[in-house]
């Protein structure tokens, strides 16, 4: 079984939009989880790379967007499949910290992961998406459309590290 992997997320807001990445899902044979989601730009961190590094990184490579990195805003584990369930974490064990993060420049694209080949890409699509819409779309993790758009009403100011288990 592999390690656990550790991986960071940007949370970006502006102009009253927020901005994901649909993505195809991790587990397409699974009939519980949708064909595809909208989560955070983000990845795995390397070894001995810095978590900002890696953060704007992953924001470069996925959104052609550079950025400065804030606060810590949550720490959130995925197993799967889920605790409880037969296999437990066999498939995929994952930590991924979520920053605050504010767009420095670039230009929004879609961009790529460099692990995959182009056929076998994962990101479909990068968008910034209305706060005041986030229902209408298929958000993972489940907490993510209220964490926003509470977060926004004050910019994230007085966020405190919040922890997110499997099953939120």
Not at 4 to 25: F, M, N, P, Q, Y
Not at 109 to 114: A, L, N, S
Not at 144 to 168: H, I, K, N, W
Request: hydrophobic residues 35%.
């Amino acid at each position: 079984m592999e390690q656990v992997t550790l991986r960071v997320s940007a949370l970006c807001i502006r102009d009253g939009e927020v901005l994901l990445i649909e993505h195809k899902s991790f587990a397409p044979d699974d009939p519980a989880f949708p064909a595809s989601y909208w989560i955070l730009p983000g990845g795995r961190v390397e070894r001995g790379e810095t978590l900002r590094d890696a953060l704007c990184r992953e924001m470069m490579e996925e959104t052609g967007l550079s950025c400065s990195v804030g606060s810590m805003l949550f720490v959130k584990e995925l197993l799967y499949p889920h605790p409880g369930a037969q296999g437990q974490g066999s498939r995929h064990h994952s930590l991924s910290l979520g920053f605050h993060c504010e767009v420095t420049g670039g230009e929004t694209i879609t961009g790529k992961d460099p692990e995959y080949p182009d056929n076998e890409q994962m990101i479909m699509r990068v968008a910034w998406l209305p706060l005041g819409e986030l229902d209408l779309y298929e958000l993972y993790p489940p907490f993510l459309g209220d964490y926003v758009r509470q977060g926004a009403e004050d910019g994230f100011v007085d966020a405190v590290p919040e922890f997110f288990d499997s099953l939120l």
